[in-house]
T-cell receptor, first 113, second 112 residues
């Protein structure tokens, strides 16, 4: 069973479109995250939710809106996609991540054309 | 200065070699530390946590030096399967959702 699963795996879309990425974890973790890995391979945190509540919101354009219907799901909706949004987006979860670390999904490779 | 910095790569080493990576962090309040490995076009996976007393897992040894604010990873008897990017991870706070900073990674290629 996949611990953290995200869909779709690949997403190619035109500038200006709106798209969503879904993430689900079956680990029973309380905290979920969205990370962005750009072409230079830097992994940067975007959002963190703890038990459905937004905890961390890094400097991310408000075109990005996370939604957590329950603690096992954290979806990411992106409005008005731009070329610079092209990256790999990773969902992750943790339970006491400061001690045990984080489990990542396999990533969504977003290409905006 | 970036908050977490790593040795520039790539490291190209022959099978069986010992290789060491260093990582420095700037925030002295940082409380927990990890090494992750990321294979090409895959997600990062936890390799090991880094404890103040140092810890070892098979061929891998991690050390933390709080006074100098660096952590290290030593890989002994390198295998071809060790080829990957190694990410140093620093958690500033004491809770799972405190800010986590990933280093830029160091690329390792183990050559036959």
């Amino acid at each position: 069973d996949t611990a953290v699963s995200q869909t779709p795996k690949y997403l190619v879309t035109q500038m200006g479109n709106d798209k969503s990425i879904k993430c689900e974890q079956n680990l029973g973790h309380d905290t979920m995250y969205w990370y962005k890995q750009d072409s230079k391979k830097f992994l940067k945190i975007m959002f963190s939710y703890n038990n459905k509540e937004l905890i961390i919101n890094e400097t991310v354009p408000n075109r990005f809106s996370p939604k957590s219907p329950d603690k096992a799901h954290l979806n990411l909706h992106i409005n008005s996609l731009e070329l610079g949004d092209s990256a790999v987006y990773f969902c992750a979860s943790s339970q006491d991540g400061a001690v045990y670390g984080y489990t990542f999904g396999s990533g969504t490779r977003l290409t905006v054309v | 200065r970036k908050e977490v910095e790593q040795d520039p790569g790539p490291f190209n080493v022959p099978e069986g070699a010992t290789v060491a990576f260093n990582c420095t962090y700037s925030n002295s309040a940082s409380q927990s530390f990890f090494w992750y490995r990321q294979d090409c076009r895959k997600e990062p996976k936890l390799l090991m946590s880094v404890y103040s007393s140092g810890n070892e897992d098979g061929r891998f040894t991690a050390q933390l030096n709080r006074a100098s604010q660096y952590i290290s990873l030593l890989i002994r008897d390198s295998k071809l399967s060790d080829s990957a990017t190694y990410l140093c991870v620093v958690n500033r706070g004491g809770t799972s959702y405190d800010k986590v900073i990933f280093g830029p990674g160091t690329s390792l290629s183990v050559i036959p």
